[in-house]
């Protein structure tokens, strides 16, 4: 009998694991190293700096360097380094998968082909997975071609991030599915939800992570942030359906629970969710 989900997609961060579990570890030790290399602060300041660079945009590739300017007046290439090297030496030892990832990955990998869908340098993205030995579920053995296919699809230019499509549909060229038999696990309402659901995927929300209590009314207040430098969505969707296509079609806490969801949907549970039709 044929599933009815062709395809899971993954969100990675605050997904497969929680970034906030080692994070502070992580930037403390950085800044302290930045310090004794020479950048003129002192620790609480220094780490508050860095917080609010962060905010702006958490996957950039030059927190250390836009940290060690504002204090030095400079890029100094000896201070920066010493951040960057102590950031990634604690981020190795301290990452680690959210919990129940790897035995809900082991089951849905022996049922369904699984990607990741993610925001953020594709190197770095992809480091991450490998660190937590999760990459071997998001690949599949081509007999013809006689190579192992990946899939991995993650990008920091602002056109092609989630909640434009592009990943998503790489995804589907290279996998060959129906969106709607395709289902995505995230845990934002304007990047996962409402860009998964426009194309006309089945919705999964894990409340875990830095977003667990992210209101769909804030994520709204994001999105009109958003369209003010990306007015692409807005020109084919109203505020109405935009804020319509942020509401999941199901709700989990936990990893632990998806499996119960994909099996609901499997059984031929609908969704209580409101529906829009896809648009590209």
């Not at 310090?35 to 508050?48: D, F, M, P, Y």
């Not at 082991?106 to 049922?111: A, D, E, G, P």
């Not at 919705?203 to 977003?211: E, I, L, S, Y």
Request: glycine share 4%.
């Amino acid at each position: 009998m044929k599933n009815k989900i062709a395809c899971i997609h993954f969100d990675l961060d605050s997904v497969l694991y929680v970034p906030a579990d080692f994070l502070e570890t992580a930037l403390q030790m950085s800044v302290n190293a930045m310090i004794q290399a020479g950048l003129r602060a002192e620790q609480k300041t220094a780490l508050s700096r860095l917080l609010e660079i962060r905010s702006l945009d958490s996957n950039a590739k030059d927190h250390f360097n836009q940290l060690c300017l504002h204090f030095n007046g400079e890029h100094d290439p000896i201070i920066i380094a010493a951040g960057v090297e102590k950031y990634w030496d604690c981020k190795i030892s301290l990452m680690t998968s959210a919990p129940e990832a790897n035995p809900i990955l082991n089951r849905l990998y022996s049922k369904y082909p699984l990607t990741i869908i993610t925001n953020g340098p594709p190197i770095e993205q992809a480091g991450k997975i490998i660190r937590l030995n999760l990459n071997h579920f998001f690949s599949r053995y081509d007999n013809e071609m006689n190579l192992r296919k990946h899939y991995f699809y993650a990008s920091d230019e602002s056109k092609k991030r989630k909640p434009y499509p592009d990943l998503w549909l790489q995804a589907q060229k290279d996998m060959g599915f129906d969106f709607s038999r395709a289902v995505m696990v995230g845990d934002r309402y304007l990047q996962d939800i409402f860009g998964a659901k426009r194309l006309g995927m089945i919705t999964v929300k894990v409340n875990q992570g830095a977003h667990a209590d992210e209101a769909i009314d804030d994520a709204f207040k994001a999105y009109q942030l958003f369209i003010a430098r990306h007015p692409f969505f807005s020109k084919k969707h109203s505020p109405e359906q935009v804020r319509s296509m942020m509401i999941p079609d199901y709700t989990i806490s936990h990893l632990k629970e998806l499996e119960s969801v994909v099996d609901g949907i499997e059984a031929g549970f609908t969704s209580k969710s409101i529906k829009i039709p896809p648009a590209l």
